[in-house]
Antibody
Framework: QVQLQESGPGLVKPSETLSLTCAVS?????????WGWIRQPPGKGLEWIGS???????YSNPSLKSRFSISVDTSKNQFSLKLTSVTAADTAVYYC??????????????WGQGTPVTVSS | EIVMTQSPATLSVSPGERATLSCRAS??????LAWYQQKPGQAPRLLIY???TRATGVPGRFSGSGSGTEFTLTISSLQSEDFAVYYC????????FGGGTKVEIK
């Protein structure tokens, strides 16, 4: 069965760049599906950040500024998220998840366990 | 951006009772709606997609209905493990989540 595992620094200073990786096991990313990133600030709801297809085609939340970038490394079977110029508002649990096969990304299943990120000096 | 509004914010229900959760879209999303369950400290779990199709392994007491702008998640007889926060998510036009409904023990 497919499993996803996020990894990241945990603590990032304001104005720095946050880099997160989602390692996928049990399924080859190059075989298909969309792969997405979602975040959840403490005590709040879920926010879709963006998604990537195995070919590298990306979809990003138009409501967010273009500080995010998503990439895929099929050789390592993982995909990554970069967020530049972080602020305290970027403090959240970051999840990665597989999405559906189709014309566009849809629902998320399964999810990784999430990795907490705190932005603080 | 399509705004998803869930109601109520909190629902107090006794075990064994029926729970009805609502999700409204700011514009029509056809049947492009998913429901998730999230327990404290855990990642969300997919329950329903396509507005009414149960995901693999989801118990039959969970059912989804609706289309267009009005959707409902029904839990027919609440079990202890069902007390959690529930989110709806549309995928008709980009992806947006509702604010969630917390189902708590009455």
């Amino acid at each position: 069965q497919v499993q996803l595992q996020e990894s990241g620094p945990g603590l990032v200073k304001p104005s720095e760049t946050l880099s997160l990786t989602c390692a996928v096991s049990g399924y080859s990313i190059s075989s298909g599906y969309y792969w997405g990133w979602i975040r959840q600030p403490p005590g709040k709801g879920l926010e879709w950040i963006g998604s990537i297809f195995h070919s590298g085609t990306t979809y990003s939340n138009p409501s967010l500024k273009s500080r995010f970038s998503i990439s895929v490394d099929t050789s390592k079977n993982q995909f990554s998220l970069k967020l530049t110029s972080v602020t305290a508002a970027d403090t959240a649990v970051y999840y990665c998840a597989r999405q559906t096969v189709g014309a566009a990304p849809a629902w998320f299943v399964p999810w990784g366990q999430g990795t907490p990120v705190t932005v603080s000096s | 951006e399509i705004v998803m509004t869930q109601s109520p914010a909190t629902l107090s229900v006794s075990p064994g009772e029926r729970a009805t959760l609502s999700c409204r879209a700011s514009q029509s999303i056809s049947s492009s709606l998913a429901w998730y369950q999230q327990k404290p400290g855990q990642a969300p779990r997919l329950l329903i997609y396509g507005a009414s199709t149960r995901a693999t392994g989801v118990p039959g007491r969970f059912s989804g209905s609706g289309s267009g702008t009005e959707f409902t998640l029904t839990i027919s007889s609440l079990q202890s493990e069902d007390f959690a926060v529930y989110y709806c998510q549309q995928y008709n036009n980009w992806l947006t989540f509702g604010g969630g409904t917390k189902v708590e023990i009455k």
